[in-house]
């Protein structure tokens, strides 16, 4: 069971709501230190570790994960999420460009990199509509230099999670067919601007059971045994991320798990034909738990169930919303004063804690958090939404005309910086 950090951390968010105002955006470091280094026991060296930007793209997050010890590049799926990255002082070599909305303006953008000879570490293509548009875009590069592309493949499998993020499925938006993928392996394969180098994979987000990343790790090792017959440098193959991140007290596979599928797979090869490259892109994973969301009690009323309304909802956290996520909401304050959560019993019943249905302050009735267990509150108190560091900054807006939540970070030797201003209502134009 992953370790509770509200004890080690719950001072600081209070701090931070006094220092910043309500609602912030605070992300833990010593989080994503640990989830860091469990992703990197699971994929140790020479595994190629990509944190997926779109995740949470707020530069000092982003320098937060990619500067750390443990090696990874930044995953991008715009220029905009790309000078995110630029700005927290990640190299080009250290990124690579996918994603399915990625415009002529991207794509070219990728092309005068690898001319400037800052290129990408590669451009992952959605269909063979889009590798044709790169191929035109790059068809003038100067002789000898290239662009790395990888095939997103669709795997066709029915990952165990949310319908909403079960990317993999086959009647999804996501990734080329077997067939359309060996098609344009083969159509572009002697391409002088464009250097096919392997496939590119993603199974889902939030996966509850390792079965369907498994067969669709195996379809695409297949297809990279077949293609790499007859062309050497498609020797990668790139298995996205997906890794859980479940509430606390919920059972989930870890990355290990996963990764312990891989020998198996591998091993069944023709050594000649296996991947001379792997890697993985994680977004999640890596910083959902660093994040909370603080927020402050603007209503305690009785509808039949003791309500709270809080200054933070859907604008800063649309996952309830969307496709009804849980995060647990726990108290800083109770009536004014600061809990003390190292002595604290957990579960139901414990200490004065009873049940309440949480919402946010949007004027849309799905602005709802859902129940939770919470001492006596009113107006004024703190809360923190758990989990809050993955799709929440980087989903949020500004309906309702509410300025974005100012990003704080609370740093390994325990300090508040601010990461990134609250925005100003001046600027909501």
């Known amino acids: ?107 070219r953008a990728a092309v005068a990199a690898t001319r400037r000879g800052e290129g990408l570490l590669w451009v992952a293509v959605e269909s063979a509509d889009e590798l044709g548009a790169l191929a035109g875009f790059a068809r003038r590069l100067p002789a000898g230099s290239t662009v790395d592309v990888l095939l997103r493949l669709n795997p066709d499998v029915a990952p165990e999670t949310h319908d909403s993020l079960a990317v993999g499925r086959g009647a999804s938006k996501f990734g080329l067919t077997e067939t359309e993928l060996t098609e344009a ?145 726990v108290a800083l304050t109770s009536l004014g004063e600061p809990i003390d959560h190292a002595a604290r019993l957990p579960g139901p019943g414990a200490d004065d804690s009873d049940p309440a249905d949480v919402h946010g302050p949007i004027c849309e009735s799905t602005d709802a958090l859902g129940e939770h267990l919470l001492p006596p509150l009113r107006r004024g108190d703190l809360v923190a939404i758990r989990d809050s560091g993955a799709y929440a900054a980087s989903l949020s807006s500004t309906y309702n005309g509410r300025p974005r939540p100012p990003q704080v970070l609370l740093g390994r030797d325990g300090e508040l910086r601010l990461g990134r201003r609250r925005g100003s209502v001046g600027a909501l134009g």
């Open 1 to 107: 069971m992953t370790q509770d950090r509200l004890p080690a951390v719950a001072a600081s968010l209070r701090a931070a709501a006094r220092r910043f105002g309500t609602p912030s955006f605070v992300t833990d470091t010593v989080s994503i230190d640990g989830a860091a280094a469990a992703l990197v026991a699971a994929f140790p060296d020479p595994w190629i570790r990509q944190y997926s930007v779109k995740a949470n793209d707020v530069a000092a997050v982003i320098a937060a994960v990619c500067g750390a010890d443990g090696g990874f590049g930044a995953n991008v799926v715009s220029r905009g999420e790309w000078a995110a990255a630029a700005r927290a002082g990640v190299p080009n070599e250290r990124i690579t460009l996918e994603g399915v909305g990625k415009t002529d303006a991207d794509l």
């Open 185 to 329: 392996a083969d159509t572009f394969a002697g391409s002088r601007s464009l250097r096919l180098r392997g496939i590119h994979l993603h199974v889902g987000s939030q996966l509850g059971a390792v079965d369907a990343w498994r067969d669709g790790v195996r379809r695409a090792l297949a297809l990279v045994t077949l293609v790499r017959g007859g062309l050497d440098d498609f020797d990668t193959l790139d298995v996205g991320g997906g890794f859980p991140v479940p509430r606390l007290a919920e059972p989930a596979p870890d990355p290990s798990r996963f990764a312990r599928e891989l020998p198996a797979l591998l091993n069944a090869l023709p050594a000649d034909r296996r991947p001379r490259r792997l890697a993985i892109e994680p977004g999640r994973f890596l910083v959902a738990r660093a994040g909370w969301l603080v927020a402050q009690v603007l209503h305690v009323r009785s509808r039949g169930v003791r309500q709270v309304v809080l200054d933070a909802g859907m604008t800063e956290l649309i996952r309830p919303a969307l496709y009804g996520a849980l995060h647990d909401v």
